[in-house]
């Protein structure tokens, strides 16, 4: 159970902090001073809420920490929900080049994993737009491999993309 409600390691409130000053972050990501420090769980899961707040507010170290925990990939309680709050934001984000390149190469791994997580169909809303051609190609393949009405309805989005 604590490992299930646990920290992945680098995640904690501190190292959060500590990450976004040290990308030059300038939205407040603390949590509220009445959260008690000994629950190191319910302070990372309210930074993250944090950071998807900056996303939103368009602060670039909170975008590079949202990629990051995208990346991650971690599986703990609420990270699929952490996951997905943080997607939505980044759909209106303005992304680097490198950063389309990193989620593109996560969701295509996804894809070739066959790993439909919940936040999955939040991811497609973005990749839609940021997909490399490989992954376009490889998404391609697999929708000429099955009739339209038997497809997962996330491959029919890419249907227009170019």
């Known amino acids: 159970m604590e490992t299930y409600h646990g920290v992945p390691a680098g995640w904690s409130k501190s190292e959060l902090i500590i990450a976004h000053r040290a ?6 990501i603390g949590s509220p001073s009445w959260l008690p420090d000994r629950k190191n769980w319910l302070q990372y899961r309210t930074t993250l809420y944090k950071i998807a707040d900056g996303v939103r507010a368009k602060d670039p170290a909170c975008i590079e ?24 934001g980044l759909k209106h984000a303005s992304l680097s080049a ?17 790993d439909y997580t919940c936040e999955f169909r939040e991811y497609v809303k973005i990749w839609q737009h940021i997909a490399s051609p490989e992954a376009i190609a ?17 491959l029919q989005k890419f249907a227009s993309v170019d």
């Open 23 to 28: 990308l030059g972050g300038s939205f407040d």
């Open 65 to 88: 920490l949202a990629v990051r925990y995208i990346e991650l990939h971690y599986i703990g309680s609420y990270s699929g929900y952490l996951r997905t709050h943080l997607a939505r």
């Open 98 to 114: 490198e950063q389309k390149e990193r989620l593109d190469r996560v969701f295509l791994s996804m894809v070739k994993r066959r």
């Open 138 to 154: 490889f998404i391609r393949s697999l929708s000429t491999q099955h009739p339209p009405n038997t497809q997962r309805p996330w």
